[in-house]
């Protein structure tokens, strides 16, 4: 059974640092992706960036180049996502998703994802 668990999120003011974990087991895949996507209230859900099971791939939203960074720890079947400057726009679900197949710019798409977490929650307050 695929489990995806995310932890980290919280309540924060604008300009600090967070960080998302994400907890992955049980993918039938040796050369998956692993994306962290995103809902804020009354919007739609949107890829945020991935990074491939060899963490040599990623790729990242437009909206949070510069400031959020993916990275993975193979040893313990984690990916995480630092998130710097965060702002009130950032406030959010942040979900973590997973399928087979490398990190392109489509992994951003929430159709190209099969497994999901049950997301953790980002409050960014101004």
């Known amino acids: 059974e695929v489990q995806l668990v995310e932890s980290g999120g919280g309540l924060l003011q604008a300009g600090r640092s967070l960080r998302l974990s994400c907890a992955a087991s049980?993918?039938?895949?040796?050369?998956?992706?692993i994306g962290w996507f995103r809902q804020a209230p009354g919007k739609e859900r949107e890829g945020v960036a991935c990074?491939?099971?060899?963490?040599?791939?990623?790729y990242y939203a437009d909206s949070v180049k510069g400031r959020f960074t993916i990275s993975s720890d193979n040893a313990e079947n984690t990916v995480s996502l630092q998130m710097n400057s965060l702002k009130p726009e950032d406030t959010a679900v942040y979900y973590c998703?997973?399928?087979?197949?490398?990190?392109?710019?489509?992994?951003?798409?929430?159709?190209?994802?099969?497994?999901w977490g049950k997301g953790t929650l980002v409050t960014v307050s101004s």
């Open positions: 990074i491939s099971s060899s963490g040599i791939m990623t």
């Open positions: 998703a997973a399928d087979f197949g490398p990190c392109e710019d489509y992994r951003l798409d929430v159709d190209s994802m099969e497994y």
């Open positions: 049980g993918l039938p895949y040796d050369d998956y992706s």
